[in-house]
């Protein structure tokens, strides 16, 4: 059986919109992309791209799959992330997508229907795609986070699991945090079951 992991890149705040340029995702006004730039090392592209070597699939909402639909394919396979993009099994999650455009796409109605890729894939991967992993974490789909979080704080922007209604969930750190020299922290929790109220841990 396979694992759902969200791969994300976020702010002290919670914020994981736009983080690769100024206009990789300006909705809602956003005008701050690009802020992963001024932290980035040789230590943390490492552990990025070894992430990415590990994926088998990769599953992504719809608006995320637009920015990279529209960006990785044109870098070929000379760019090692793109190559390995552009191969992999990829998944879009939408109810108004009728066809992928992206060479080895498919499309899937609804985020109850990733749980079966955890029977073809060992290692499926969410990138950035919030209210995709919102879906997945409330329908009990998602079973890692893998952050990255960086030392700023935006003030604006999509925060990850901010929509109302979902399911709370408690999780469990499942490797040693990383530390980088930019002062980005690597961190990794495994979901376990559900959280434990001040009234239940005192009983």
């Known amino acids: 059986m396979g694992t759902v992991s ?7 705040d919670g914020i994981y ?3 690769g340029g100024a206009g990789e995702d300006t909705s809602g ?11 980035a090392d040789a230590e943390s592209g490492a552990a990025i791209m070894a992430g990415i070597n590990r994926m088998d699939a990769l599953l992504l909402g719809r608006r995320t799959y637009d920015i990279f639909a529209g960006y990785w394919p044109q870098l070929g396979n000379s760019n090692p992330i793109a190559a390995k993009f552009n191969s992999m099994d990829k998944y ?5 997508l009728e066809e992928a455009g992206w060479d080895g796409t498919t499309v899937l109605s609804s985020a109850e229907e990733t749980a079966q890729l955890k029977d073809r894939h060992e290692n ?14 409330a329908a009990g789909i998602l079973d890692r986070l893998n952050l ?4 700023v704080t935006l003030g604006s922007g999509k925060r990850i699991f901010s ?4 399911l709370p969930a408690a999780f469990t750190l499942a490797e040693p945090p990383q530390a980088f020299p930019a002062g980005v922290l690597r961190l990794v929790y495994d979901r376990n079951g559900v959280p434990v109220t001040g009234l239940d841990a005192g009983s």
């Open 92 to 96: 879009v999650v939408s109810r108004a």
């Open 6 to 12: 969200l791969d994300l890149f976020m702010t002290l």
């Open 148 to 151: 990255f979080l960086y030392p």
């Open 124 to 137: 499926i991967h969410v990138v950035g795609s919030g209210d995709l992993a919102g879906s997945l974490l």
């Open 17 to 19: 919109q736009g983080p």
């Open 29 to 39: 006004g956003f005008t701050l992309g690009g802020w992963q730039a001024a932290f």
């Open 163 to 166: 929509g109302d209604g979902g």
